[in-house]
């Protein structure tokens, strides 16, 4: 659509500014809102050699006539030499969570491989795995 091919084009041509090798890998679609001024919102999830980058988005904004407007995000520069695969299992990373769940009712309901690219440091791949408590406090 002309919404996101604007943007796609704004991200392209600022490929040097922001850091990133390819802007269409990179940045990958996610969905597009428009709210009560008729601004386009187009939010972007970052992306290395397939994995999510973990809380990198970037969001561009589009004015009611398709002119973007501005971007806002968190984003990192691409990153360099960084193993997309895990040196444990996605099971070995649940077993491992499960160790430091304190509730007795806490259990691990997920595990998803990302790329972990914290600001100023060095990126790693990393499981993400979601712990849930199903212990309800009177």
């Not at 997309?84 to 998803?112: F, L």
């Amino acid at each position: 659509n002309f919404e996101e091919t604007t943007a796609r084009r704004f991200l392209s041509k600022n490929i040097a500014a922001l850091a990133l090798e390819d802007a269409s890998s990179d940045l990958v679609f996610l969905r597009s809102t428009q709210d009560s001024t008729q601004r386009t919102q187009l939010r972007y999830q970052q992306r290395h050699d397939g994995l999510k980058v973990w809380g990198r988005e970037v969001l561009v904004q589009l004015d009611p006539h398709g002119n973007v407007e501005l971007m806002v995000g968190a984003y990192v520069p691409s990153p360099k030499n960084v193993p997309t695969v895990a040196t444990v299992s996605g099971e070995d990373a649940i077993k491992i969570a499960r160790e430091h769940i304190t509730s007795p009712a806490g259990h691990v309901t997920e595990q998803e491989l990302l790329i972990y690219a914290p600001d100023g440091g060095n990126a790693s791949v990393a499981y993400r795995c979601s712990i849930h408590d199903t212990l309800v406090n009177h």
